[in-house]
């Protein structure tokens, strides 16, 4: 599947169940969307997207005042490059580390990104197909192969006031780096790649300094050596 034919790498959102492109202009084929900043910005916007990966980087961005760190995937299509952007906050990104070690990256590999609602209440799905079999999860709460326990505090209530991942985001980022390291077609251009920014984050969004020791741990690990 090829979303463009830029020579450059296209970078698309995984958000809200589909997977969107941004455009500058509002072009034959975009759906118009207002950001939370009231501004309209326009996207192509897709079921899915398919790639050979290549590599996986880190990036802050900085969203309406709140800094958020994204696992960048970057895939290879018929010679085009494509950069995927996943909150490192969001189910698709959890469930995807959930199923990587299941993965096989010698065949290119689909992203299906679902959402649903029940009793009100939106529920995001991942799906990730490897060599035309949907990959199963490695790490489930029955067996979770190392994977460390979120951290949930209640207050007298019994109401849920905080869950903390962070050990389970130190961990799923020290897999990414493990993975990396396998995998069978890594990018010629690793450094190049990670270095370009987006169209829609340059428009909207900017790259800021890293402003926790979070953030900087778990970028820390993606760095090339």
Same mark, same amino acid.
């Given at each position: 599947?090829?979303l463009? #034919?830029n ?8 958000? #809200?169940?589909? !997977?969107y492109?941004y $455009?500058?202009?509002?072009?034959m084929?975009?759906?118009? !969307?207002q950001?939370k900043n009231?501004?309209?910005? /326009?996207y192509f916007i897709?079921?899915y997207?398919e790639?050979?990966v290549? #590599?996986?980087s880190?990036?802050?961005?900085e ?6 760190l994204?696992?960048?995937i970057h895939?290879v299509d018929?010679?085009?490059? /494509?950069v ?7 189910s ?10 299941n993965i096989d990256?010698n065949y290119p590999v689909?992203?299906?990104p679902?959402?649903?609602?029940e009793?009100?209440?939106?529920k995001?799905?991942l ?6 079999? @949907?990959c199963k999860? /490695?790490f489930?709460?029955d067996? @979770?192969?190392?994977k460390p326990?979120i951290?949930? $505090?209640k207050n007298?209530?019994g109401? !849920?006031?905080?869950i903390d991942r962070?050990e ?5 980022? #020290?897999?990414?780096?493990q993975t990396?390291?396998?995998?069978p077609? @890594? ?9 370009v920014?987006? @169209?829609?984050?340059?428009?909207e969004e900017?790259?800021s300094?890293l402003?926790?020791?979070r953030?900087?741990?778990c970028?820390l690990?993606l760095?090339?050596?």
């Open positions: 599947m090829g463009g #034919n020579s450059t790498a296209t970078y698309v959102d995984m958000r #809200n169940g589909k !997977i492109r $455009s500058k202009t509002n072009e084929g975009t759906t118009p !969307i950001n009231g501004d309209i910005k /326009y897709y079921d997207i790639g050979t290549t #590599n996986f880190t990036r802050e961005e969203v309406v005042g709140k800094t958020k994204i696992l960048q895939l018929q010679g085009e490059t /494509y995927l952007k996943i909150d490192t906050n969001s698709y990104f959890r469930m995807f580390c959930s199923v990587l070690p990256f689909r992203f299906i679902r959402i649903k609602e009793n009100g209440v939106k995001s799905s799906i990730v197909i490897s060599n035309g079999t @949907p999860f /490695y489930t709460k067996n @979770p192969n190392g326990d951290i949930i $505090s007298k209530k109401d !849920i006031v905080d962070d389970e985001l130190e961990f799923f980022m #020290n897999l990414l780096t990396k390291k396998r995998l077609h @890594p990018a010629v251009a690793q450094d190049t790649i990670s270095s920014s987006s @169209p829609a984050s340059r428009s900017h790259t300094e402003q926790s020791l953030h900087l741990v970028r690990l760095e090339k050596k």
